[in-house]
């Protein structure tokens, strides 16, 4: 069983389309952060979300931290093609080794 | 961007053969990391790094091991390679500051044939 649960694996959706993908667990975080790869790349951070309930926006991306720091969401409003990556959310551990767990992540393809 | 470069880019190698990775960061960061990524799996932590000469397993790291003789350098290197560690790897750190957000180096490919 994963530490972090990512949803859905793959979304292809039209430019203008607004979407939804989940990052849940049954751990409680003090943290969480959200990346976006792109094919060839490495991972860079969008965003951390520290307290329960927080919304963060970037954009058209905005991001949320459950109340209970379980789960966290991220809302695309009008995908662009420039949109497209995989989507993959993140925790530190809690032993101060500062090491980060990965979700699966989520693939985002945003068709012109 | 973070000045971090991987090196080499791109790899070829035989089963049973050793091979070093490099990792280079210009940014003084402590705390170094390699992961690797294979479909379904997203980002797995090999060995991590807090400090010179200060190492530690992650959760695949069977295979694998890691040296840090210098604060910009991490290399990891493979005992022996087989057909399963055919990956992506990726390089990241993390300051001591924040919430241990990481920046990644653009990652190296690596086949084992």
């Known amino acids: 069983t994963q530490l972090l649960e990512q949803s859905p694996q793959f979304l292809s959706i039209q430019e203008g389309e607004n979407l939804t993908v989940y990052c849940n667990s049954s751990?409680?975080?003090?943290?969480l952060q959200w990346y976006r790869q792109e094919p060839g790349e490495g991972p860079v951070l969008l965003v951390t979300?520290?307290?329960?309930?927080e919304v963060k926006k970037l954009k058209r991306l905005t991001f949320q931290f459950g109340d209970a720091r379980k789960d966290s969401s991220l809302h695309i409003t009008a995908a662009q093609p420039g949109d497209t990556g995989l989507y993959l959310c993140?925790?530190?551990?809690?032993?101060?080794?500062?090491?980060?767990?990965f979700g699966s992540g989520t693939r985002l393809q945003v068709q012109p | 961007d973070a000045g971090i470069t991987q090196s080499p880019r791109h790899k070829v190698t035989e089963t049973g053969t050793p091979v070093t990775l490099r990792c280079h960061q210009t940014e003084n960061h402590r705390y170094m990391y390699w992961y690797r990524q294979d479909p379904g799996h997203g980002l797995r932590l090999i060995h991590y790094?807090?400090?010179?000469?200060?190492?530690d397993k992650g959760e695949v790291s069977d295979g694998y091991s890691v040296s840090r003789s210098k604060t910009e350098d991490f290399l990891l290197t493979l005992e022996s390679a087989t057909s399963s560690q055919t990956s992506v790897y990726f390089c990241a750190i993390s300051g001591d500051r924040g919430r241990a957000e990481a920046f990644f180096g653009q990652g190296t490919r690596l086949t084992v044939v």
């Open positions: 790094s807090y400090g010179v000469k200060d190492t």
């Open positions: 979300v520290v307290t329960g309930g």
């Open positions: 751990s409680v975080f003090s943290s």
């Open positions: 993140a925790v530190a551990g809690d032993t101060g080794r500062r090491a980060l767990t």
